[in-house]
């Protein structure tokens, strides 16, 4: 009996005791060495067949668009990370990486053509305003001078950002462009 007694007394002071430790999260935004805000693309559509199994780390996605109109692509940077959002303008440069195309043909046995800058506009910069966990903008491309049976793709990076840290796995995507 004396021993039961003995157990209670070490649970109750185990259990009333517990709660004067601080618990600090081991992953997550709030966690030490954490990346926090994380500044990505979102994907402007399914994810092509085949990108899980490509060695290449670049997001892949293919569009259909009307052949001889300037159609819009759609494309959406995202804050996110935090679970929280944006706690003031971020600015976002975005860019064209002929290069991660290039390196995409090689290692997925691809074969895109880059678009030719005269047949889009892209801006420069967006902003993701303060409250908003992400921004729209929009790429106007002109079909009109497509090769029919040609894919041809936009390479888009996140060249920098006034906050957080550009994703690893979506500061970059190839957005493959087939013209019908």
């Given at each position: 009996m004396k021993r039961i007694f003995q157990n209670i007394a070490i649970l109750f002071v185990v259990l009333?005791?517990?709660s004067c430790l601080k618990?600090?999260?081991l992953i997550g935004p709030d966690a030490p060495n954490s990346a926090g805000a994380i500044i990505e693309f979102d994907n402007p559509d399914y994810i092509a067949s085949g990108s899980l199994t490509a060695s290449v780390k670049l997001a892949r996605y293919q569009l259909t668009l009307?052949?001889?109109t300037a159609s819009p692509l759609n494309?959406?940077?995202n804050y996110s990370g935090t679970g929280k959002p944006a706690p003031s303008d971020v600015t976002v440069?975005?860019?064209?990486?002929?290069a991660a195309l290039t390196l995409h043909n090689t290692q997925a046995s691809r074969s895109?053509?880059?678009i030719p800058a005269a047949w889009y506009t892209i801006p420069t910069t967006v902003v993701i305003p303060a409250g908003q966990a992400g921004v729209n903008f929009v790429i106007p491309i002109n079909t009109n001078?497509?090769?029919t049976g040609s894919t041809y793709a936009l390479p888009l990076k996140i060249n920098t950002t006034s906050q957080g840290t550009i994703s690893g796995n979506f500061g970059s995507i190839i957005v493959a462009v087939a013209a019908n």
């Open positions: 009333t005791l517990s618990s600090d999260p009307a052949k001889g494309i959406r940077v440069g975005i860019g064209i990486d002929a895109f053509t880059l001078n497509y090769v």
